[in-house]
């Protein structure tokens, strides 16, 4: 039988893993290669980096960065975060990306999805929405949850997933760095709406919350949460223990 | 040394990395004098069949590898790569493989019901079926990475494992000295280190 998925996912700038309350007020966490070496050491399923770096310095550090990690890490690489175009993909597949998750790039270029869906294969691309309530509907933002696009969000996600994205990264602004549990009602919303795996993203505070998520939602497909991880307050194989003495189908190492 | 088959497709630096960690020296190459020099071969492959299957011919490289492989020369196909050895694929059509495994690679809806997702992404069980010696340092149980939307079919003689998904979908084939494995190995963490290391370890 298929297993949930636990992914921690590393927010990197310049070099170093980092992690925002609510997308601000960054604080430094650890190593990105010998945090990603840990991590599936200890049972992750998979890691997503994250390059919030602006700068071509940043980028390169970045790639760097994830070259060293793909060459010990032998788990599923996604990544993401300044990925506008097909040649983006390119830059980060060479360096041992597994997949490439679109995020803003997907808003400002409508076509970028399918093009790199037909040149790397769906299984490659994955879309990753941040999303937020305003006046009771689900909207899409983008610049790291900043700016409302006015998209509706699960049109918006079904229309990426219909031109090729193989996978879906749901974040909800409003759970997110508050640690109360992921928002069930906007990933229900999503798995209803798309026949791909949804990634439930944003407000995991506690082991709880992973079984909450997984026993309510059955169509959800994978956790992922960083600070939680990286802090220590909830450990990767002790987690995934607990997960299975509830039922929850889980890659026990 | 271990030949990775460089036909343009898919991403190699993952298995390449994945080689170099079990202290095994593997190169990328579309060299046929490369690939005969080699102890054994890797054939990699993602994407759509009939774009591999075109890449491969395009490549030149069809007769010299079937050669090699028909001489004795382990070969290890891999995902798409698994698929490219049977004899027919159903993908969009129906197309030639190499035909180094009977058998035939069609989609796995036709396996499994229809409220699961396809492909089947994320993490399996391998259930042993005919004995593997890719499998000598592994356990049945054991968990492998799985990103697929066909399978092979009618190959239960050859076949090695299957996973579960609804519905039993193979999950590794050996014919001889060619294996196939549809989950990816160098995906597969610690256990597919050791796949890996069986592999290499094979005279």
Redesign the interface.
């Known amino acids: 039988m298929i297993t949930k998925r636990i992914i921690p996912c590393l927010d990197v700038r310049d070099g170093r893993v980092v992690k925002g309350i609510n997308f601000e007020g960054i604080r430094d966490v650890s190593s990105p290669v010998d945090l990603a070496d840990f991590y599936s050491r200890n049972g992750a399923d998979e890691l997503v980096f994250y390059d919030i770096t602006a700068s071509s310095d940043g980028r390169r550090l970045f790639t760097d960065i994830l070259r060293k990690t793909a060459e010990k890490v032998f788990i599923p690489l996604t990544v993401g975060g300044g990925i506008n175009t097909v040649d983006d993909f390119d830059r980060v597949l060479k360096c041992g990306a597994d997949k490439v998750s679109v995020n803003s790039g997907a808003i400002r270029n409508p076509s970028l999805v399918k093009e790199a869906a037909l040149r790397y294969g769906s299984q490659c691309v994955v879309i990753s929405a941040d999303v937020k309530r305003v006046d009771g509907v689900f909207r899409v933002f983008a610049k790291g949850g900043r700016e409302n696009t006015g998209l509706e969000a699960v049109k918006w996600i079904s229309d990426c997933v219909r031109n090729g994205a193989g996978e879906v990264v749901l974040n909800s602004i409003d759970t997110d760095g508050v640690k109360k549990g992921f928002d069930l009602e906007m990933l229900d919303a999503v798995c209803n709406a798309v026949s791909v795996p949804v990634i439930a993203s944003g407000g995991a505070g506690c082991m709880e919350d992973f079984v909450t998520l997984f026993k309510s939602l059955p169509k959800v497909d994978a956790g992922l949460a960083a600070s939680i991880f990286h802090f220590g307050e909830v450990g990767i194989r002790e987690l995934k223990e607990e997960l299975s003495r509830n039922g929850i189908p889980m890659r026990l190492v | 040394m271990t030949a990775i088959i460089d036909y343009g497709v898919g991403?190699l630096?993952?298995l390449r990395?994945?080689f170099?960690?079990i202290g095994e020296k593997a190169v990328v190459s579309s060299d046929p004098e490369v690939l005969a020099s080699a102890d054994r071969l890797v054939l990699p492959g993602?994407?759509?069949f009939r774009d591999a299957r075109k890449a491969l011919d395009d490549s030149g490289l069809v007769c010299s590898v079937l050669d090699l492989v028909k001489n004795g020369k382990p070969m290890l196909g891999i995902c798409l790569g698994m698929q490219l050895l049977f004899d027919k694929d159903y993908e969009d059509g129906e197309y030639d493989g190499l035909g180094l495994i009977p058998g035939a690679v069609r989609s796995i809806a036709e396996t499994i019901p229809a409220d699961l997702?396809?492909?089947?992404?994320?993490?399996?069980?391998l259930i042993y079926r005919n004995p593997s010696r890719l499998y000598r340092y592994i356990r049945e149980g054991d968990?492998v990475?799985?990103?697929h939307s066909y399978h092979a079919t009618g190959c239960e003689a050859y076949t090695t494992a299957v996973t579960?998904?609804g519905g039993m979908l193979t999950a590794s084939v050996e014919n001889g000295n060619v294996f196939g494995t549809q989950f990816h190995p160098?995906?597969?963490?610690?256990v597919?280190?050791r796949i890996l290391r069986a592999f290499v370890e094979m005279k």
């Not at chain 2, 492909?119 to 399996?124: F, L, S």
């Not at chain 2, 160098?186 to 610690?190: P, T, V």
């Open positions: 991403n630096f993952s990395s994945s170099s960690a993602v994407g759509a997702k396809v492909p089947q992404i994320g993490w399996n069980a968990h990475y799985f990103v579960e998904y160098e995906k597969s963490g610690d597919g280190l």
